[in-house]
């Protein structure tokens, strides 16, 4: 008997993996979706895996979590299989004992940082654009969201992205106030 119990419970699980493995979207308040397996609070922030990664949100962007019937499956890169990274060694002087340390510096975070910095000087701006101008910038900002997240480097842009979202919802709102 315990043998038949355990074969239909080892059935269940196979046929229908949802009941071991859940998973759970994230809704940001900009509209912004994250599917995880497994998120939890630490410091103010939600912290969920994703894209091999971990990445933390503030608790106030965040919507709703949704637990969904659906498994997320994470690709996994086994370190010997990864693509290399382009990466550049500087040397970082400490002033006060005159040691140098090296610094890494990726070659991909200036190209994503300079976009970043002239999407932030770009809302500077966001009281005076029209509606349309409006959309456009607010679809500039879902690109970059998309091209960081893409490369799966958003565990390093985590802050960027996070006033990213907070941008957006800004201009989603002037959007809703001036309307067409």
């Known amino acids: 008997m315990k043998k038949l119990v ?16 859940s998973s759970y979207i994230i809704h940001l308040k900009s509209g912004a979706k994250f599917k995880t397996n497994r998120y939890w609070e630490e410091g103010g922030e939600i912290k969920l895996f994703i894209h091999g990664g971990v990445m933390g949100i503030k608790k106030e962007l965040i919507n709703k979590i949704e637990e969904t019937d659906e498994v997320s499956k994470e690709k996994t890169v086994s370190p010997e299989k990864s693509e290399p990274v382009s990466v550049q060694t500087k040397q970082k002087v400490d002033t006060k004992t005159q040691k140098t340390t090296p610094t890494m510096e990726s070659k991909e975070d200036k190209r994503f940082m300079k976009e970043f910095y002239l999407l932030k000087e770009r809302f500077k701006d966001i009281n005076i654009m ?9 679809e500039d900002m879902t690109g970059f969201r998309n091209k960081v997240l893409e490369s799966r480097l958003g565990h390093l842009y985590s802050d960027q992205l996070l006033e990213i979202y907070s941008m957006m919802d ?3 709102d002037k959007i809703k106030i001036w309307g067409d």
């Open 6 to 21: 355990s074969a239909i419970v080892i059935i269940a699980f196979l046929i229908h993996p949802s009941i071991c493995f």
């Open 130 to 138: 029209r509606t349309q101008e409006l959309y456009q910038f607010a």
């Open 170 to 172: 800004e201009v989603e």
